[in-house]
């Protein structure tokens, strides 16, 4: 049976998952395409219709994450392929990664790395340093991710509140509307999909709503900020900084905002850390591997004739 990588997903890894019946092929020809009962799909890997038709034996795609938006799910299933998803393979370098914007902005990084470097440390006095412990975090998305940044910034001393429509939120950080977290944060950090009604969730209007020199941080999705209101933000003093590891599209187009002192970007790598990303690669060929030997994957992202569900 004949596997392939889509992207950049490690043999040495992956291999001894799948086991001595798997030809594996990271760098797959046309012939391999015709052969292949699997595909590992990592990154920015397009799996559209035109893809999914040139392998007629497929039967499972695993894609390394949890995003599909780069997998035509409809395709897939109308042949009756799951798509294998791997959620919380990456949850804890995610949450990690957005603490360590938040400290970066909050503790004056950037700026004060900058004096340091062009000799002017007369000035350090310019970029005040502020504090975690007594301020208050809003974490909008409280699934695997943002419980794990709550878990850390309440270990640091830090207020938190939650808004998640969807989740079970304890008493303690629930909020009744996304408006309310809004208002009362000190720091304010993203962790939901995008949808019609998360496009843009920060806005002019919002912004204008929030504490005077707000945190914000986005490791969700690039498109839940308008950066040209982010922007305006950041001018008058509204935002008094931006940490973003997500952009829309990805790679980004040059933006103004992206010269800004206030502003750490990082490109879409919070959650490919050295042990997250060996977990996604193995959990993406566990999945591969469930559905060849005909048992059920853990996680599918579209129902199929064979699964019958949404996973």
């Known amino acids: 049976m004949t596997v392939l990588a889509l992207g950049a997903v490690d043999a040495a890894i992956v291999s001894p998952i799948l086991g001595p ?29 035109s893809l999914i038709d040139s392998m ?30 791997t959620p919380g393979a990456n949850s804890r370098a995610v ?17 004060l790395t900058s004096l340091v470097q062009s000799e002017r440390w007369n000035e350090r006095t310019k970029y005040p340093v502020g504090d975690l412990f007594g301020q208050t975090v809003g974490i909008v998305g ?20 939650a808004f998640d429509p969807y989740a079970q939120v304890p008493p ?20 939901l999909p995008l949808t019609p009604q998360t496009e843009h969730l920060i806005n002019h209007s919002a912004i204008n709503s929030m504490r005077d020199g707000v945190i914000i941080v986005n490791c969700g999705r690039g498109a839940l900020i308008d950066l040209d209101a982010a922007l305006v933000g950041l001018q008058s003093g509204k935002i008094g900084g931006l940490g973003l590891d997500v952009f829309d ?26 042990q997250s990303t060996q977990t996604t690669f193995i959990d993406a060929a566990q999945g591969v591997a469930d559905v060849l030997q005909g048992r059920t994957p853990k996680a599918i992202a579209n129902p199929t004739q064979e699964t019958g569900r949404n996973t």
């Open 21 to 49: 019946d798997v030809r594996y092929v990271e760098n797959p020809t046309a012939d391999d395409y015709k052969k292949a009962v699997g595909v590992i799909a990592r990154a920015a890997a397009v799996v559209d219709r």
């Open 172 to 191: 303690a950080m629930k909020v009744q509307d996304v408006n309310e977290l809004f208002k009362n944060s000190d720091v304010i950090s993203l962790h």
């Open 142 to 161: 409280l699934g695997r991710i943002g419980t794990l940044l709550a878990d850390y910034c309440s270990a640091l001393g830090m207020q938190v509140l």
């Open 95 to 111: 949450a990690e990664g957005t603490l360590a914007h938040i400290l970066h902005l909050v503790k004056r990084l950037g700026p």
């Open 249 to 274: 599209p990805e790679p980004p187009q040059r933006h103004e905002i992206f010269l800004h002192e206030n502003v750490v970007l990082t490109p879409h790598v919070m959650g490919l850390s050295i």
């Open 56 to 85: 007629p034996n497929l039967k499972v795609i695993a894609r390394t994450g949890v995003g599909t938006e780069l997998v035509d799910l409809v395709a897939a299933s109308e042949r009756g392929i799951p798509v294998v998803v």
